[in-house]
């Protein structure tokens, strides 16, 4: 077995070309074990080695299927035999699944945005603006651009927050957490950030309390738009902090239209 086989570099189809090498030579055309081809188990043993590495390297497969081979007691029976029909049983099943596209990943779906238009109505252009930004979050997670992923679902948020602080700006300015100068006058609404968007919506309610809370550490993620911030704080996101993200953001959404009716 070459290099690349031995590494686990393989694609669909030298994974499949060796899978079906190796069907043909440990069974006969009759579907019988090839028992003649080995000289002993420690060959056949080598051979199922061989078949598992290139299981163990394959996305798709059912897990049952490489940890069934691990556990089967077939594969201690003292035959050739034995173990030869167990291993073509197998790669039988492992090709099967190739055939049928189980093996293939998922797709990868862009999810539509939620009707933001009652919540953008006051800002002219923000919902196509906050929609292109949600679809493009998504793109970003899909391309392993994690980053600026979780940078774009935190532009989502502000944006959303500040118009629904615009639709009712009254209710906004009479809360205990709205900024307020040295005179107690508030600058104008869209000049708040979004740590004062997240506290002043939590606090009239539009957003739930921890969701708020939850709404910060978003926010703590989406500063790394700033490159000394990333390195103060270590960042190094992943597909585990986009999911944990994108929670976050779609369960705001979610309060901040519900906050309407």
Known sequence: MDNNYRQGFMDKLQAVKFLQGTLGEIALPDGSAATER???????????????MILDGLDGLPPTLVSGMAEDIDFQANSRRIRLETLARYIRSALKFVDTGAFEKPKKIIHAPPDFSRLTS???GLNDELEKRWREAQRCIHVEAYTAAVIMMGSVLEGLLLARAQLSASTAYQSGRAPRDKTGKSPAIHDWNLSTLI?????????KTDRGKFSHALRDSRNVV??????????NFDQATCKTSWHVLDASVGDLLNSLN
């Open 199 to 207: 506290d002043v919506a939590a606090d009239i309610g539009w957003l």
């Open 226 to 235: 700033h490159p000394w911030q990333a390195v103060m704080t270590r960042a």
């Open 122 to 124: 006051s800002v002219p």
């Open 38 to 52: 080995f000289s002993g188990l420690r060959d056949v043993d080598g051979k199922i080695r061989e078949v598992r």
